[in-house]
């Protein structure tokens, strides 16, 4: 099917979501970029944000509804992980059994009309820029990040050092399991995780 690579890359990209929502905790949840700002959402902002943006923009523009319920009762990270994987996970079922036809049709996108492949392609992106954010917070919170793309300083810096792609999770069923401990991160490499180390004071 000629739109099997945007069906993987979703599936790829809630897998994302999952593992960088499971690096926080329940008081990290008010967290915001700079405390005195409102501008810059906080983590719990965050959160639902991506589970009222992507179900609405499944339900009004690709026409694929999952729930009527797309955030969790109690609102803490674990919570928000269970409800956003359940309901992702219907959406990848629902895109799976879609025809070429389907994908080229044209859907409203906010003003405009766009092929439903387009406005996939929008929502992994905006999907993407948020999970940015969130990982920057992380690292303002001081915490190791495990890889989202490929390496990451905590998992052997630039890849030309021995940097390697290591996520906290092996697969979903053991994100899933709240007890589940992260796998352990190897820390940086010798070297600079910085292409320009000199103007970075090394970068480690």
Not at 138 to 154: E, F, H, I, K, V
Request: proline share 8%; net charge neutral.
């Amino acid at each position: 099917m000629p739109y099997d690579f945007l069906v993987d890359s979703y599936a790829t990209e809630r897998l994302k979501v999952l593992q960088v929502w499971s690096q926080f905790r329940d008081a990290d949840l008010p967290v915001r970029p700079h405390p005195g700002d409102h501008r810059g959402r906080s983590v719990l902002e965050q959160m639902v944000h991506q589970c009222l943006s992507e179900d609405l923009w499944f339900r009004t523009m690709l026409g694929v509804n999952v729930t009527d319920h797309p955030l969790p009762e109690v609102e803490r990270p674990g919570a928000f992980i269970h409800r956003y994987a359940a309901d992702s996970a219907a959406r990848l079922g629902h895109l799976r059994s879609r025809p070429p036809a389907w994908w080229e049709e044209e859907t409203a996108f906010f003003e405009v009309r766009r092929s439903r492949a387009w406005v996939l392609v929008r929502r992994i992106a905006h999907t993407s820029h948020h999970r940015g954010q969130q990982t920057a917070v992380l690292r303002m919170l001081g915490r190791a990040l495990y890889s989202t793309y490929g390496p990451t300083a905590d998992t052997g810096g630039l890849p030309k050092h021995g940097g390697t792609t290591l996520y906290a999770y092996p697969d979903e069923a053991a994100l899933l399991a709240v007890a589940a401990d992260p796998a352990p991160l190897p820390g940086p490499a010798d070297a600079s995780v910085s292409e320009r180390p000199e103007q970075t004071g090394g970068g480690r």
